[in-house]
């Protein structure tokens, strides 16, 4: 089993920055990715960022590149969204993912809100 506790969630002006965090406890030696999603209220949840916890890969979605980045910390077992630039688009609940084999972890969540 794979627990997942996202922080660093809350409310920031347009242009403003968050660093969101993820901690992984438990049987974390299968893990082979670890992703950042959000929803929107009203929107399908969306990827924004993926990490390989192997070689470290990452990918972005089009929307957040050059303002977003994920890192790891595989000693810490913690997982890093650092959030530039915030528009009110980024409005949404963010999720963590960790990709276990075939399945899929998911955390609770943190409310990321941008005012204009």
């Known amino acids: 089993q794979v627990q997942l506790v996202e922080s660093g969630g809350g409310l920031v002006q347009a242009g403003g920055s968050l660093r969101l965090s993820c901690a992984a406890s438990?049987?974390?030696?299968?893990?082979?990715?670890m992703n950042w999603h959000r929803q929107a209220p009203g929107k399908e949840r969306e990827l924004v960022a993926a990490?390989?916890?192997?070689?470290?890969?990452?990918n972005y979605a089009d929307s957040v590149k050059g303002r977003f980045t994920i890192s790891r910390d595989n000693a810490k077992n913690t997982v890093y969204l650092q959030m530039n630039t915030l528009k009110p688009a980024d409005t949404a609940v963010y999720y963590c993912?960790?990709?276990?084999?075939?399945?899929?972890?998911w955390g609770q969540g943190t409310q990321v809100t941008v005012s204009s």
């Open positions: 993912k960790a990709v276990r084999g075939l399945f899929d972890i």
């Open positions: 438990g049987d974390t030696t299968c893990v082979s990715a």
């Open positions: 990490i390989s916890t192997a070689g470290g890969n990452t």
